[in-house]
């Protein structure tokens, strides 16, 4: 045993623990570390070592229309969905933390099982249901759709949020005679902002990323920019494919530090709620 308490073989586990968190990191980044310097190669090919760094596959990103068009899709269908499954979810979290009713685990399940069934049996299902009611090759079934597949995020990190949330806050505001509406909005809405806030977060990237059911639903004037990814592989293979991919790793970066930001802040107000 050493000075700080640990035996060798203590030592040992958590030398080895860190190695294997080391490596399936690098296995799991690995494709990243691939990909983003291959989007600034000079060359036309997808090969190492690069040739000579450029620019060029970026300024065919940015006045392409093949896919500025494309991202713009994804930002409409993306932003239009996250406010959807936001108001959905967030309410649907609500209901079932105040109601106490039989069945409300299979309800949960209900709620969140397009996070756990395989996207393809979700794509299939929802162009079968659409496809009678002339919402497919349109922005109102991919945006639906991608509401459906991202109202789960939220429900499950605000579900979250109101674990730790005091009921007695509520009964409080009660007694002082304020209305239910005026509850949510002055009580309860800012407690759990920052998981509906992280909720939307996830809520939008699950849509941004998405593909399968884009590839099913969107027509030709709906194609979101992992879709546009998808047929430039099948048809054309370009290093300008690395740069699209380039712009979404990005995107996902922003998303994870604006998520763990709000996680720092739900944390900083419960300690001072606490407190």
Sequence with gaps: MDGSGETIGQRLANVGLATLAALVLTFLVAPILIIVPLSFSSGSFFYYPLPGFSMRWYQDFFSSTFWLPSVWNSLIVGTAA????????????????????????????????PMVVPVIIVAVGVYFAFAPLGLTDGYAGLILAHTTLAVPFVVVTVLATLAGFD?????????????????????????????????????????????????????????????????????NISLTITAAATMLITISLVLMVAVDALRRRSERLRRMRDS
């Design 82 to 113: 996250t406010l959807l499954a936001t108001l959905l979810g967030t309410l649907a979290a609500l209901g079932m933390w105040r109601a106490r009713f039989p069945g409300q685990g299979l309800i949960l399940a209900v709620a969140i099982s």
């Design 167 to 235: 009921r007695t806050l509520l009964r409080a505001a009660a007694s002082l005679g304020a209305r239910p509406l005026t509850t949510f909005r002055r009580v309860t809405l800012p407690l759990i902002l920052p998981g509906v806030a992280s909720g939307a977060v996830f809520a939008f990237a699950a849509s941004f990323d998405e593909v399968v059911v884009a590839l099913l639903i969107a027509g030709p004037g709906q194609r979101t920019l992992p879709r546009q990814m998808f047929a430039g592989i099948n048809d």
